[in-house]
């Protein structure tokens, strides 16, 4: 594989790794006060959640516990809005409290099946926690109990979210350079 340049194809840095860092220890320092006294598990959607679920896990003091679900995702930069789960749990999560961790919504239509599918293992509890959110592109209704920060409509990469499986590891969130992919 030749690598390619990938701080060439970014047009500009939102969040630095120094701003991420501070935001998620704020998220976690209010999922450790509303889940005093409980144990948590929390469901990342891979692929590009693993890494902010890593550092939210890490900022978070209560014991938490770690399972993962793989759902049809974006072929490109657009949602095909067909849903399909191609990697289940691996626990059950009947009566426990349960936290889905994503990278970013954009139509909601992802999660919107997500939770729904969850709830009706029933859990003792279900919240979700999101690094970005793109309020713009919403097609259906979502509730976000925690959101890093509402971003607008561009296609960003970096501290987990991809462009066809490129920028994953940026440690900072940026705009991809749209010649990249028009
Ligand atoms: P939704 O079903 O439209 O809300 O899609 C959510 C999923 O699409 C996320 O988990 C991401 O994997 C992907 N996605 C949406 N917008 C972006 C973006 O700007 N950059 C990278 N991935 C994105
Ligand atoms: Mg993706």
Same mark, same amino acid.
């Given at each position: ?14 969040? /630095? ?40 896990? +890490?900022?978070?003091?209560?014991? %938490? ?7 049809? /995702?974006? %072929?490109?930069?657009? /949602?095909?809005?067909? %849903? ?44 979700l926690c999101t690094l970005l959110n793109k309020p713009e592109r919403r097609k259906v209704d979502v509730h976000i109990d925690y959101n890093g920060y509402d971003v607008p409509d561009y296609f960003v990469i970096g501290y987990g979210l991809d462009y066809?499986? +490129? ?7 940026? %705009? ?7």
């Amino acid at each position: 594989m030749t690598a390619y340049n990938m701080i060439d194809d970014v047009e500009r840095v939102l969040f /630095s790794e120094e701003q991420l860092k501070k935001r998620i220890s704020e998220m976690g320092a209010e999922i450790t006060k509303d889940y005093a006294g409980k144990e948590i598990l929390m469901i990342g959607v891979l692929r590009g959640a693993v890494l902010f679920m890593g550092d939210l896990a +890490r900022a978070v003091k209560v014991p %938490v516990a770690l399972d993962f679900m793989a759902v049809s /995702s974006y %072929v490109g930069t657009n /949602s095909s809005g067909v %849903v399909r789960i191609l990697k289940d749990l691996d626990e059950d999560i009947k009566d426990k409290h349960v936290l889905v961790v994503e990278d970013i919504i954009d139509s909601g239509l992802t999660l919107k099946y997500l939770l729904e599918n969850l709830k009706s293992r029933n859990p003792a509890s279900i919240k979700l926690c999101t690094l970005l959110n793109k309020p713009e592109r919403r097609k259906v209704d979502v509730h976000i109990d925690y959101n890093g920060y509402d971003v607008p409509d561009y296609f960003v990469i970096g501290y987990g979210l991809d462009y066809n499986e +490129r920028y994953r590891n940026l440690p900072f969130i940026g %705009v991809l350079k749209p010649t990249v992919y028009e």
